[in-house]
């Protein structure tokens, strides 16, 4: 048969005595209120038949559980429990023997013993294992439901055992949360110490160690140490954003450190003003780019960039102004100040007045510089402390080479150098060795020159001595190999002495005229033993020497003998002295000492006049003198000769001008003297 559902409640649809009282459908002649108690009579007797029903059958029609006790099992059922060796004994009994399969009834449940035992407490020997349950007579609540004790939980109950892991949990949860602010506030305070700046804060709370064997740890801070860059201190590199600040404040870092290296990236650097690395004291300070024209310093302005003094060193970088045209300059030592243990290396250096400048030097590198489109690339000073606008002329030191206000540039060394489109290349009083100097593309004329001294055309290489007269004292460098091309002239030097191993000189055909001399010596000595001097025939002269000392075979390019005032000493060339005072006329006395020409014959001088200034030769000329007793005279100059020269004559007295308002320092000889018969009417 199959179960069912509870039968439901009676509830009764119609009140018969108020339809009565409503007269719903006519007029009724039964006690209608007979009926309604009638009817409340059936409704209870189903309704608690209904919950009688309910306490042995379930929902689902099924016996409710626990509702079949041992005395209402039938006989049958009793005799085949039996026949499996299953005992009825009825409601458990304390003090009672028990034997195997035993069935006792205990609150409305059925157990089955395990084992033979004498009952004792049932709740412990349930516990024991002595009794299984068979069937729950009733539903039983978590608290009617032993449960054995653990480790953890003391409780005897499944309902306390899960209140006491409920407070337990509660606990455990309550601890774990509090633990976890505690974390998360650990979290969120080293979050932000490592996010940091402060000191003993950020990178110093992270520890590092190189995989080497001996490595140690250290921290990330010291670690970052290591290596300072430009952008540490707020450096762009757009070009655009004025980067000056920055490296004050990076100079200042490193000076504040002791020195150290800083680091640019391959970019452009806006400047505007001075950085100093020196600050009163000099300290190993090195300025590291990326490469020679991918990290570049652009200057705006007529300033120093870079002011230094001992110990400094700066690689792969340019300094480009991009202001006004050989104004400012790159690199400079600051008033009274040397450069010593510097080096400069791989470097360009673009369009400034000066492009180095150094008040004293020694025991400097200079290796792979260019110095392109500079008034001068490197200028060594004789005593004048840096302007920007000044100190073109490099006066004469007023004091001893070795105080100041005097001037040492020793011991320094110049590699693989170039000076490019410059007015004057490399310009000082040093006592140096060049390995490997090129001079090329020359500019200035002679008027309208940036730096260099007016009249002067432009110049490769040149050494001047300490200024104190015609000393040469500090002043004696050794050329190991020069090249220059498209310069006027290769070397010029004044009383100073140098040692010239090897040169190679080139003029050019788009020059429009020849170019000056190779070698200019004043005073000095040019030791130049077995040196292979090469040109090409656009120079007029290889030397033009004046009271200079030369050996070795520097012998002549061109046509004309070459010019050697002062030193000639052959009893038929005569030399002329020559008045003081700087004017724009220059006489050459003695004429009158020579033999007296008579009305037929003539006394005619063949005269070469060579103007110096600033100790380099700029002007040059050669002239045919001629007197009569008659008092006549005539003057044939070459055709070749400087338009800025004249001689004439005044009674016994020959007279060379010049135009030059500043006056050149001019050295007159007379290379033939001759007695002729001829009328002074005829050539």
């Not at 979050?191 to 001996?214: E, N, R």
């Not at 470097?347 to 500079?374: A, P």
């Not at 001629?626 to 003057?635: D, H, T």
Request: proline residues 3%; glycine residues 10%.
């Amino acid at each position: 048969m199959v179960g069912m559902s509870q039968a439901p409640t009676y509830t009764r649809a119609t009140g018969f005595a108020n339809e009565e009282r409503d007269n719903v459908g006519g007029r009724s002649t039964v006690r209608t209120a007979q009926v309604d108690a009638e009817l409340d009579a059936i409704s209870t007797s189903i309704n608690a038949l209904q919950a009688n029903q309910a306490l042995n059958q379930r929902d689902d029609g099924e016996i409710r559980d626990g509702r079949v006790k041992i005395p209402a099992l039938a006989s049958e059922v009793l005799a085949l429990l039996i026949s499996y060796g299953v005992t009825p004994r009825g409601a458990w009994l304390t003090a009672t023997t028990y034997a195997l399969k035993d069935l006792v009834s205990q609150g409305s449940n059925t157990y089955m013993a395990t084992v033979p035992h004498v009952a004792g407490t049932f709740a412990t020997d349930l516990a024991s294992g002595k009794w299984l349950l068979l069937a729950l007579g009733a539903t039983p609540t978590a608290a009617a439901i032993p449960f054995t004790p653990t480790a953890t939980i003391s409780s005897s109950t499944i309902q306390a055992a899960i209140e006491e892991a409920d407070s337990e949990g509660r606990a455990l949860s309550a601890a774990a949360l509090t633990a976890a602010g505690v974390v998360q506030n650990s979290v969120n305070s080293l979050s932000a110490d490592l996010a940091s700046s402060s000191a003993g804060k950020g990178d110093a709370l992270i520890a590092v160690k190189q995989p080497f064997t001996g490595a140690v740890e250290r921290t990330q801070h010291d670690k970052n140490q290591e290596s300072v860059h430009i952008k540490d201190f707020g450096g762009v590199g757009d070009g655009v954003v004025d980067d000056t600040a920055a490296f004050e404040k990076a100079a200042a870092y490193l000076h504040s450190v002791g020195g150290g290296e800083l680091n640019l990236d391959q970019l452009t650097y806006k400047v505007t003003g001075t950085t100093d690395f020196f600050r009163g004291t000099a300290k190993p300070i090195r300025l590291v780019g990326k490469s020679r024209f991918g990290t570049v310093i652009a200057a705006h302005g007529n300033f120093v960039v870079f002011q230094h003094a001992e110990y400094f060193e700066a690689e792969n970088l340019s300094v480009i102004q991009t202001g006004t045209p050989k104004t400012g300059t790159a690199f400079a030592t600051p008033t009274g100040k040397q450069a010593a243990y510097c080096k400069f290396e791989g470097l360009n250096i673009e369009g400034f007045r000066f492009g180095q400048w150094w008040r004293y030097s020694i025991w400097n590198t200079v290796k792979d510089v260019r110095w392109f489109n500079c008034g001068v690339g490197l200028k060594g000073s004789r005593n004048a402390n840096f302007t920007t606008s000044g100190n073109d002329t490099n006066p004469a030191a007023p004091g001893a080479w070795n105080l100041d206000p005097g001037f040492f540039h020793n011991h320094n060394r110049f590699e693989l150098c170039v000076a490019d489109g410059c007015e004057i290349g490399v310009w000082g009083t040093f006592h140096t060795t060049y390995f490997d100097l090129t001079c090329q593309n020359g500019t200035g004329t002679g008027s309208g020159n940036a730096v260099a001294p007016a009249g002067l055309a432009n110049i490769g290489l040149w050494l001047q001595n300490s200024g104190s007269g015609t000393s040469t004292f500090g002043a004696t460098s050794n050329i190991v190999e020069m090249y220059a091309e498209y310069v006027q002239q290769p070397i010029v030097s004044d009383y100073a002495d140098y040692s010239l191993q090897k040169l190679f000189a080139q003029g050019g055909a788009n020059s429009g005229s020849a170019y000056k001399q190779i070698i200019a010596a004043t005073g000095g000595s040019v030791n130049a033993v077995g040196v292979p001097i090469s040109a090409s025939d656009f120079f007029q002269y290889k030397l033009v020497a004046a009271n200079c000392t030369v050996i070795g075979d520097i012998s002549n390019n061109g046509a004309s003998a070459t010019i050697a005032p002062e030193s000639l000493t052959s009893a038929s060339y005569y030399q002329f002295g020559m008045s003081s005072g700087v004017t724009t006329v220059w006489s050459l006395t003695g004429v009158a000492d020579q033999p007296v020409a008579t009305a037929i014959n003539r006394n005619t001088y063949d005269i070469a006049v060579v103007g110096l200034y600033n100790g380099a030769t700029v002007v040059s000329g050669r002239w045919l003198v001629s007197f009569w007793q008659s008092g006549l005279s005539r003057v044939q100059a070459d055709a070749g000769n400087s338009s800025d020269l004249s001689v004439n004559v005044s009674g016994s007295t020959i007279q060379v001008r010049t135009g030059n308002p500043l006056g050149y320092d001019l050295r007159a000889t007379v290379i033939r003297h001759r007695a002729m018969s001829q009328s002074p009417y005829t050539n």
